[in-house]
C-alpha cells in the first residue's frame, strides 16, 4: 500500500512517498434491516488489531539529504494500533456499498501524541454461494 503524506517535525524530516505493509485482523458486528428481497440497510461497528510488517520510504528529506528509512527501525514508530471502526451500508441483491471510519486508539509514534484515522467507501460484490451467510 501507498501512503502520500508529509511529515514536518521542526523542519527536519520531510516524508515524500512511504509503504507500510499492515495484517488487519478486523472483527465486524453488524446489525442489518432488510427493506424487501432486493434491498437491505446495515450498520456495523468494527474493532481491529493491525500489526505492521514493512514500512520503507522512497524519498525521504533529513536535513537537506534524501535517503531512505525503515519507520520501524529508525523511529519509535508503534507495529501494533488499534483502531475502532463505525459504518453503514446498502445492499441491493449482491451488490454492496458501505463506508465507514476507523479511528486509532493508540499512538502512531510513541513520544508524540498522532492518531492515524481514515475514511473508506467500498464497493463489493457478494457471490450468491455466500448470501445466505451474509
Not at 524530516?13 to 437491505?40: C, G, M, R, Y
Not at 529508525?74 to 479511528?103: C, E, S, Y
Request: net charge positive; aromatic share 16%; proline share 3%.
Amino acid at each position: 500500500m501507498n501512503y502520500l503524506f508529509s511529515w514536518n517535525t521542526g523542519g527536519k524530516i520531510l516524508i515524500a512517498n512511504s509503504k507500510f505493509h499492515i495484517i488487519n485482523l478486523p472483527i465486524e458486528l453488524t446489525a442489518q434491516v432488510d427493506i424487501n428481497d432486493n434491498w437491505a440497510f446495515f450498520a456495523f461497528l468494527k474493532p481491529a488489531l493491525s500489526c505492521g510488517l514493512v514500512s520503507n520510504s522512497d524519498k525521504v528529506k533529513i536535513n537537506g539529504v534524501l535517503q531512505e528509512i525503515d519507520y520501524y527501525k529508525q523511529t519509535n514508530m508503534n507495529r501494533v494500533n488499534f483502531h475502532l471502526g463505525p459504518g453503514a451500508g446498502i445492499r441491493f441483491k449482491n451488490i454492496i456499498l458501505k463506508g465507514g471510519v476507523d479511528w486509532t486508539l493508540s499512538k502512531v509514534v510513541k513520544e508524540y501524541d498522532i492518531h492515524q484515522s481514515q475514511f473508506y467507501i467500498k464497493l463489493a460484490y457478494c457471490f450468491p454461494i455466500f448470501r445466505n451467510y451474509w
